[in-house]
């Protein structure tokens, strides 16, 4: 059986039967025959079932939310929040997805030649538990939109909110069979990417998960789209506005109790503001209220499981033998950890070249700019940085220096329907969200005529 457990309370509240490899490979076959009709509706059909599923979302958005935060933990306001994004993200697509799909007229020699961009079929979606409605809708919104087929392999923690993110799609009234969730273990992952029918994967993950899933890929010639790890840093400048940089410093860590991707882990402060920057920004962090994530007024809630703070304490602990100091926090009980400052930090510590996964941030300080930018590029991962500052063309300037996916000026990195999203190195390959997002799943197709 497949279990969820409320990481706050210890008690299993959903139980699931898993599939049979016979079960999947047939609700395979039923996506790809549901496919063969969908790719043929127009961008007007598609785009009146995204706008259903927008209001679907909206009209559920406290019942869903509230398994979101039984289920992993969030505090409640951030899991209706985040099912509000989703629904974002459904009108977004429903009202571009014909524009940035239309055909483009690129002039040669020809009598006419164009770009056109189709679907590809029937598309795998391995998705984690810390955002369970955003990070499936961030991809299926455009996915769908594209005339595309999909099958969710969600994290086993977070099922029952998989299997609400499937009614929502056939409570809009979308194709039954169109979007599935398949209840399953990873165990099956890789015999569903070796099925002929699948014909790209998407993940959202882990390295060694992103790794795995991108090598299975690679040997069946499928293409993959992997958002990893992140290790951020959070750059202010001496010249920042300091009210400002510890507020959006402090919500760019500890959201979500930490757990994400894109969350400010290196806190990297210039040396003529760093005393006044740490001294307000822990005495924000000291007033996070910790708590019941069904609570409206928590702040921070648990992480989903006791085994992720164990980690998380594991990487606190080694950090302190070598000699960091802990300023705030640093406690465990059982699956909460205390909102935590670590200083004293060197570039060997696990706080700093790992990606720690909850409401840890380790500070540093730094001369000048270019030893900031040298300090931030120090890391495995590039998903995104931001920097505070008030010399705003300075930043553009600086912006191509930093080797990553995202660089936001006196903002904290985050997903935009607008905007691609996305990182470099071990932060994984391709986009998502905005134009180019949704073409990550077509056939660019070349037409030529003479």
Not at 40 to 64: C, G, I, P, S, W
Not at 111 to 131: D, I, R
Not at 213 to 222: F, M, N, R, T
Not at 263 to 280: S, T, V
Request: hydrophobic residues 40%.
């Amino acid at each position: 059986m497949i279990h969820s457990t409320n990481p706050y309370t210890g008690e299993k509240i959903y139980s699931f039967q898993p599939l049979t490899a016979e079960e999947v490979s047939e609700k395979i076959a039923h996506s790809n025959e549901v496919f063969k009709d969908w790719k043929q509706t127009t961008f007007q059909e598609r785009a009146k079932l995204m706008m259903n599923a927008a209001d679907v979302l909206e009209k559920r958005k406290k019942e869903y939310g509230k398994v979101i935060s039984e289920e992993m933990g969030k505090p409640i306001g951030q899991s209706i929040s985040e099912i509000e994004k989703c629904a974002w993200v459904c009108k977004f697509y429903a009202k571009n997805a014909a524009n940035f799909l239309a055909s483009e007229e690129i002039k040669t020699d020809a009598e006419e030649s164009f770009v056109s961009y189709e679907p590809l079929g029937v598309l795998l979606a391995v998705m984690p538990w810390n955002f369970p409605f955003w990070q499936v809708f961030r991809f299926a919104a455009p996915g769908l939109m594209a005339g595309n087929a999909a099958v969710l392999k969600h994290a086993s923690s977070v099922m029952q909110s998989a299997n609400n993110i499937q009614k929502v799609f056939e409570e809009a009234g979308f194709p039954k069979g169109l979007f599935q969730n398949l209840v399953i273990g990873s165990d099956k992952v890789e015999a569903i990417i070796e099925n002929e029918i699948i014909k790209a994967v998407t993940l959202t993950g882990s390295e060694p998960a992103g790794s795995s899933v991108a090598g299975l890929a690679a040997k069946k010639i499928k293409k993959a789209v992997l958002e990893l790890g992140g290790n951020n840093a959070f750059i202010v400048l001496d010249d920042a506005d300091l009210e400002k940089a510890v507020e959006v410093g402090v919500n760019a860590r500890y959201q979500n109790t930490g757990q994400s991707c894109i969350a400010a882990k290196r806190l990297l402060l210039q040396e003529g503001i760093a005393e006044e920057y740490l001294e307000k920004y822990i005495d924000k962090v000291k007033q996070l209220k910790s708590g019941d994530p069904l609570v409206s007024d928590t702040y921070i809630g648990v992480l989903a499981s006791e085994k992720l703070a164990k980690d998380l304490e594991k990487q606190v602990n080694e950090s302190v033998k070598m000699g960091a100091k802990i300023l705030v926090g640093g406690k465990r009980d059982k699956a909460y950890f205390e909102p935590t400052v670590i200083t004293n930090i060197s570039e060997e510590m696990p706080v700093f070249k790992e990606e720690t996964f909850g409401p840890v941030i380790a500070v540093q300080t730094f001369k000048d700019l270019d030893e900031a930018i040298e300090i931030s590029n120090n890391s495995k991962f590039g998903l995104g940085v931001s920097l505070f500052t008030e010399d705003i063309e300075m930043a553009k300037k600086v912006a191509p220096r930093f080797n990553e996916g995202a660089v936001f000026v006196n903002e904290m990195v985050k997903s935009d329907p607008r905007l691609p999203f996305g990182g470099v190195k071990s932060s994984g390959f391709g986009r998502e969200l905005s134009s180019f997002g949704i073409k990550e799943f077509t056939n660019i197709k070349t037409v030529y005529i003479k």
